[in-house]
């Protein structure tokens, strides 16, 4: 007797689903695409008890013929491609025919639907494996797909399903990823009877703000470059959108949401200089090229892609992202609108698609005029920690501490990509007391220090000594800032410092040299700080993240004393 047999039908259809179906949110993604497919304007989706006992997606799209009915759950058939040319250039969402196959291998499957220009809907009905013969049926032009008690014939299977809230989650994160896909369309979800989104068709920025909360809307930029047959649009969060994990990312690839490492290495070196720490950068973007330009038959989840031209694609990103997040201080302003009149001025905006007054770096230009620059002229200084600036809207607030902190690092990264920080000699040497392991790191890397501006010496047994330090720093805190140079070259080594940790390196030597708290500083050095930050790349935020200045426009103030009122 052979030992190698065929798989019966079934069964290699319930392989396949334990592939394509995981739980109920992979139901609702393999439907979902196929409503988009269709051309659907409208999509509505249903579920109960989280997904497993149903899952239900109703449009409005071109809707199936009778003649193909038969075929709908048919393995490896499918209207989208035909040929191996087609499969090089896959411009739609599905094109392997197997989601509706592997489904009903494992469910209840009801699917209604009525073509266009046909005189009624009909139905067909698969309970585990073969559908029964289509029955005519009352519907409008579009589809339903009912999707019931998955996994009720693999009971092992269905003991992995997790509790209803849980796996009400992972649809609802599949629906939002959909849905900020397509803002063009209308979306309504239900679960257990009650409404929990209801979306018109609507601009990006009002999609974002309805699923990602107005503090994201609120605190992006929106990104648009374009370079050839590539194109990045959407909107990039900045460090004041940053969040504590990484659950408003959304990156799209010709519209279908991927998970890809070299457009994740992309996005997260295009923020390095801008967040640091554990911060998670928020964004929703999307990338547009030649459909042959990208492989999205990589795995059957169809969130892996592989780009044909991958350092190109890289490159391209980085730098859209880079520039969007990255103007001065004179293109990228920090404007202010009072926390009472906010909400209502956002989404009256974000529906007239035209730009709010609000907490957003980039919102609105600031004006130039040959009276005044754009963060115009000091007026004085507030406890030693901020200085006030009038411009021609009106009054400007600055951290001082936080402004000359990114001034700082930008200018040391010019020096240290020219080959190394310019240095200044100490009159006096900064002398401070040091491990042996310090002692032992400064002679080790005596090299990467001094091309870091710093040149120690040993001046005891248990005690080094700063002899030069970096020309910006040499009158801040030498010896602190030794300190942690040599922290990082003991924890992460001398090749890692310099590359990958290059900018918390900077932005640490940054901050021990910038202005401190209270230090009293004179209107022409104020003067000078606030020239310095017009003319400084990502002015805007400081080394770590945090806002460097704020807009209050005279209609700000005004409504503070209600005048006109």
């Not at 069964?11 to 659907?40: F, T």
């Not at 906010?342 to 770096?361: F, K, S, T």
């Not at 002015?539 to 945090?546: L, T, V």
Request: proline letters at 5%.
């Amino acid at each position: 007797m052979s030992a190698i047999r065929v798989m019966p039908e079934l069964l290699i259809s319930q392989i396949a689903a334990g592939e394509v179906v995981e739980r109920p949110a992979s139901v609702l993604k393999e439907l979902l695409e196929n409503s988009l497919d269709a051309g659907a304007g409208e999509i509505q989706v249903t579920l109960a008890e989280g997904g497993a006992k149903r899952v239900q997606v109703d449009d409005d799209g071109t809707g199936i013929a009778r003649e193909d009915l038969g075929l709908a759950f048919a393995r490896h058939a499918t209207s989208k491609i035909a040929s191996l040319g087609d499969l090089e250039a896959v411009a739609t969402m599905g094109f392997r025919g197997e989601a509706l196959a592997s489904i009903a291998a494992v469910s209840r499957v009801e699917l209604v639907s009525r073509a266009r220009d046909t005189a009624h809907a009909w139905s067909l009905a698969a309970e585990g494996g073969a559908p029964d013969e289509p029955r005519p049926a009352a519907r409008a032009t579009g589809t339903t797909v009912a999707v019931s008690d998955l996994y009720f014939n693999t009971p092992a299977r269905r003991k992995f399903l997790r509790t209803e809230a849980t796996e009400f989650g992972h649809c609802d994160e599949t629906f939002r990823r959909v849905a900020l896909a397509r803002p063009d369309l209308a979306f309504t979800l239900k679960h257990n009877g009650r409404v929990s989104a209801h979306l018109a068709p609507q601009p990006l920025e009002a999609r974002a703000a309805a699923l990602l909360g107005k503090e994201f809307a609120t605190a992006s930029v929106p990104v648009d470059a374009q370079a050839g047959p590539l194109r990045l649009r959407g909107l990039a969060g900045t460090p004041q959108a940053a969040r504590s994990r990484a659950d408003a990312q959304y990156f799209y690839v010709n519209g279908r949401f991927v998970r890809d490492r070299l457009l994740a290495h992309a996005v997260r070196e295009a923020y390095r200089d801008t967040l640091h720490g554990e911060r998670q950068p928020a964004f929703v973007l999307f990338l547009e090229l030649d459909p042959r330009g990208v492989d999205v038959n990589v795995h059957p989840a169809k969130t892996e892609v592989r780009f044909r031209d991958a350092r190109g694609v890289h490159q391209f990103v980085f730098h859209a992202l880079q520039r969007a997040l990255a103007p001065s201080a004179a293109q990228a302003p920090v404007s202010y609108a009072t926390v009472s009149a906010q909400g209502p001025a956002i989404q009256a905006a974000l529906a007239m698609q035209e730009p709010v007054m609000d907490y957003r770096p980039a919102a609105v230009p600031l004006p130039v005029s040959e009276r005044a620059p754009p963060l115009g002229y000091s007026l004085a200084q507030l406890h030693g920690v901020y200085l006030l600036a009038q411009n021609e809207t009106g009054l400007v607030l600055v951290d001082m501490h936080a402004a000359h902190e990114r001034i700082l690092m930008e200018k040391m990264k010019r020096g240290l990509d020219a080959g190394g920080i310019e240095r200044q000699s100490l009159l006096v040497p900064a002398v401070f007391r040091a491990e042996a392991l310090e002692v032992a790191a400064a002679e080790e890397h005596r090299a990467v220090l001094e091309r870091l501006g710093l040149e120690l010496t040993v001046a005891g047994p248990n005690e080094l000594a700063v002899r030069a330090a970096p020309a910006l720093l040499a009158g801040g805190d030498v010896a602190g800032l030794a300190r942690s140079l040599l922290a990082e070259l003991r924890e992460f080594g001398a090749a890692r410092v310099l590359a990958a940790r290059q900018n918390e390196l900077l932005a640490t030597m940054a901050c021990h040299a910038a202005v401190r708290a209270n230090r009293a500083l004179s209107l022409p050095e104020m003067n000078a700080l606030l020239r310095e930050m017009e003319e400084t790349e990502r002015s805007g935020s400081c080394n770590h993240g945090r806002p460097t200045w704020y807009q209050l426009t005279m209609a700000d103030l005004d409504k503070l004393f209600l005048r006109g009122r």
